[in-house]
């Protein structure tokens, strides 16, 4: 299992690397976010740990550039950062990833998120698998698989957005200011649960 560290605290980032190779993962470290897409497709990782606040590109901007590349599109990536999520981030971004993670963070948080993150990979690939021997072409399987990450995600932007609106409540006054944008999240979540309860009724 290849895991690539994008990461420019260069402190963090090596204690983080000491942390996952102990755990017996292939671990390597990129500091230099302007680095990373070619790093990404130099290395082929199975899972990227992304951080947001960088320069002179975000994480944001990173996950753009990989999402983009036809050739790294379905790269599983997990924000490790120590910056919140807003919810305008949780619209744009949040179907865009296969996980959140907030540090700083204990050693068996970290260990946690990329079990976690396995454990979805093989699930999908298993997905995938099923659906190619059933006979479906690669782009129908393949669309098996991609529904089950995503629909871990799911999950946590549901989660996320209940967290937003119970914060809401204990601050009145600021409940007008969002609620175009958690309208605009809860369509996106409908939206593609919807999707997703259509591709599974196709997927074996």
């Known amino acids: 299992m290849k895991i690539l560290i994008i990461d420019d605290n260069e402190v963090l980032s090596g204690l983080y690397e000491k942390i996952i ?18 790093r990404i497709r130099a290395e082929k990782p199975d899972i990227v ?10 994480g944001w901007e990173v996950l753009e550039q990989v999402r983009d590349d036809p050739d790294l599109h379905d790269t599983l990536v997990i924000i490790l950062t120590g910056k919140m999520m807003t919810i305008e981030e949780a619209v744009t971004y949040g179907m865009q990833i296969d996980g959140f993670v907030l540090k700083p963070l ?7 998120a990329i079990q976690d993150a396995i454990t979805i990979l093989s699930a999908s690939e298993e997905r995938y698998r099923r659906a190619a021997e059933a006979g479906m072409s690669a782009d129908d399987a393949a669309l098996c ?3 089950y990450r995503k629909r871990c995600m799911l999950e946590y932007l549901k989660d996320f957005i209940g967290k937003q ?4 409540q204990i601050r009145p006054g600021v409940e007008t200011e969002y609620n175009d944008i958690i309208l605009e999240l809860k369509r996106l979540i409908e939206r593609n649960a919807d999707e997703f309860d259509r591709i599974e009724k196709i997927c074996p």
């Open 21 to 38: 190779a102990g755990e017996g993962y292939e671990i390597s470290v990129e500091n230099k976010s302007d680095n990373a897409l070619e």
């Open 49 to 58: 740990l992304l951080d947001i606040m960088m320069e002179p590109l975000s």
């Open 106 to 112: 204990e050693k068996s948080m970290l260990v946690t």
């Open 145 to 147: 698989q991609r529904m």
């Open 165 to 168: 609106e119970r914060m809401l």
